[in-house]
């Protein structure tokens, strides 16, 4: 990771433990992250979030490159606010990384972050090396949105298959763009 300068990078991190918010500012500094702006939860966050929007020369700061959050935060959790990033018509950027953090890795739980759009998991406990490689994975290996009726986010697929069929999508004059060859 000492390959990596993070010191253009800015990270909100929204995480209510202040042992936690502490333990987790001072990794991202440890691994060189130039801006951390920590919150206490979710509401603190949208705040934050719109003030960067509205305001960004008394923030200090244009944009936030990464979006830190906590899943279990009270009044407002980290699902309401990826919720907020990814679907309201206020947020500022909904293409923002998102790394949620949790301590309930059930594959339930995973799906329920993956189908409102998170861009990758962070489970508790944690170490700085997992951070950085987190930081890293979204650098090196950015995803595509997708955006249906049901669902915008990263897409999910991680792996790139190689398709050994043949191309059965003819781009053509047509308004939709594409036309299904049936063979």
């Known amino acids: 990771m000492?390959?990596?300068?993070?010191?253009?990078v800015n990270v909100l991190l929204a995480e209510d433990s202040p042992f936690i918010?502490?333990?987790l500012v001072n990794s991202l500094k440890v691994l060189g992250v130039g801006n951390v702006f920590a919150v206490e939860h979710g509401g603190?966050?949208?705040?934050?979030?719109q003030r960067?929007?509205?305001?960004?020369?008394?923030?200090?700061?244009?944009?936030?490159?990464i979006v830190i959050s906590n899943w279990d935060m009270h009044p407002i959790d980290g699902m309401m606010f990826l919720r907020w990033v990814r679907r309201h018509?206020?947020?500022?950027?909904?293409?923002?990384?998102f790394v949620m953090i949790t301590s309930y890795s059930e594959p339930e739980r995973v799906l329920q972050a993956r189908e409102m759009g998170v861009t990758d998991m962070l489970a508790k406990p944690f170490t700085i090396k997992n951070i950085g490689e987190k930081l890293i994975s979204i650098i090196e290996r950015p995803r595509q949105f997708v955006h249906t009726k049901d669902f915008f986010g990263p897409d999910r697929r991680r792996q790139?298959?190689?398709?050994?069929g043949?191309?059965?999508?003819?781009?053509?004059?047509?308004?939709?763009g594409v036309e299904v060859i049936r063979g």
């Open 2 to 8: 000492s390959d990596y300068d993070f010191d253009r």
């Open 21 to 23: 918010r502490s333990l």
């Open 44 to 49: 603190d966050a949208i705040h934050f979030l």
């Open 52 to 65: 960067v929007k509205n305001e960004p020369m008394k923030v200090g700061v244009q944009q936030i490159d």
């Open 89 to 97: 018509k206020d947020s500022p950027d909904r293409f923002v990384p």
């Open 160 to 164: 790139k298959l190689e398709y050994g």
């Open 166 to 176: 043949t191309e059965r999508r003819v781009l053509t004059d047509k308004s939709e």
